[in-house]
């Protein structure tokens, strides 16, 4: 039963440009959180996806924007890269059913670097 | 607005010892609260989850308790081996969203 997946693993980019990640949600499972964790801290919720759609959000800018498929996986997209987006990308998968009382099962994130 | 705390920061023992991690919370109205594990470069690793309705949950050597009125849970990990060696993470998820709510996290160190 595969688990939570990313890509890539790790990303190098510079300041201004953009960046789009992936993540498969763990099989069965069809709610998509992403959250963002910088060095030495706790992640910070991004936005949240299900039926293709951002149902929730954090407090992050509009530079971050996301997509839900069909088939559950999810992008998430950074515009306009600053030295700040640099961090651990981190994409949790959860059912919509239940959704209160289920755990969220985490992939092993996208290490993004913006240099 | 929630907010989660967890003391120590960083935590070093030796093998064998029984270690208690900290963890505080702002909005008692929480759904449940989970334990997650992170091991350098990696993701979350989920150990225990808490519903609001619970005081403890047990699994292997770990154990977790919660007090929802008091804003607080404990990690209690017995006999700590190296390979216990990571961050561990508490997380609360509540309010008008679905949203986890995390700690800055405890790293432990297990020396041999």
């Known amino acids: 039963d595969a688990g939570v997946t990313q890509s890539p693993t790790h990303l190098i980019k510079t300041r201004g440009q953009q960046v789009t990640l992936r993540c498969s949600p763990k099989s069965g499972h069809d709610t998509v959180s992403w959250y963002q964790q910088a060095l030495g801290q706790g992640p910070q919720f991004i936005f949240q996806y299900y039926e293709e759609e951002e149902r929730q959000r954090g407090n992050f800018p509009d530079r971050f924007s996301g997509h839900q498929f069909p088939n559950y996986s999810s992008e998430l997209n950074v515009n306009a890269l600053l030295l700040g987006d640099s961090a651990l990308y981190l994409c949790?998968?959860?059912?919509?059913?239940?959704?209160?009382?289920?755990?969220?099962?985490f992939g092993d994130g996208t290490r993004l670097s913006i240099l | 607005k929630q907010e989660v705390t967890q003391i120590p920061a960083a935590l070093s023992v030796p093998e064998g010892e029984n270690l208690v991690l900290n963890c505080s919370f702002t909005?008692?109205?929480?759904?449940?609260l989970q334990w997650f594990r992170q091991d350098p470069g990696k993701g979350l690793t989920s150990l225990l989850l808490?519903?609001?309705?619970?005081r403890e949950q047990t699994s292997g050597r770990l154990n977790a308790s919660l007090d929802k009125s008091s804003g607080r849970s404990t990690l209690y990990i017995a006999a700590s081996q190296p390979g216990d060696s990571a961050t561990y993470l508490c997380a609360v998820r509540g309010g008008s969203n679905y949203k986890l709510t995390f700690g800055k996290g405890t790293l432990l160190t297990v020396n041999p």
């Open positions: 808490i519903q609001s309705s619970q």
């Open positions: 949790a998968s959860s059912t919509r059913t239940g959704r209160w009382d289920q755990p969220q099962h």
């Open positions: 909005d008692s109205a929480i759904y449940n």
